[in-house]
């Protein structure tokens, strides 16, 4: 049984950053891919970041490009996300989860493409 345990969420201004972390159990963690997504309230679950299990590639949801860095420390067993420039409509529950398989630019984003989640982190960015 593979668990995912976030950590890291808070509450911060506008402007400011949080990192995010996600701990995973077992020893194939580097083996999978891993991704990030979100839940605001009363809003569907959405796709923010996703990392090969190399760490080589990296996907973003457009709303958080540029300001959002997925990465990994596989020796660790652990997966990041370092949000910079927080704007009020980051607030949202933050789920990690691992990919069932390769994952590829085309379907990063679908929620199928992830079997196993964490219980999540609460995100509050405050304006």
């Known amino acids: 049984q593979v668990q995912l345990v976030e950590s890291g969420g808070g509450l911060v201004q506008a402007g400011g950053s949080l990192r995010l972390s996600c701990a995973a159990s077992?020893?194939?963690?580097?083996?999978?891919?891993m991704g990030w997504f979100r839940q605001a309230p009363g809003k569907e679950r959405e796709s923010v970041a996703a990392?090969?299990?190399?760490?080589?590639?990296?996907y973003y949801a457009d709303s958080v490009k540029g300001r959002f860095t997925i990465s990994r420390n596989n020796a660790k067993n652990t997966v990041y996300l370092q949000m910079n420039s927080l704007k009020p409509e980051d607030t949202a529950v933050y789920y990690c989860?691992?990919?069932?398989?390769?994952?590829?630019?085309?379907?990063?984003?679908?929620?199928?493409?992830?079997?196993?989640w964490g219980q999540g982190t609460q995100v509050t960015v405050s304006s």
């Open positions: 077992g020893r194939t963690f580097s083996s999978y891919a």
């Open positions: 990392i090969s299990w190399s760490g080589g590639r990296t």
């Open positions: 989860a691992r990919g069932a398989g390769m994952l590829v630019a085309g379907t990063w984003w679908r929620q199928n493409e992830y079997d196993y």
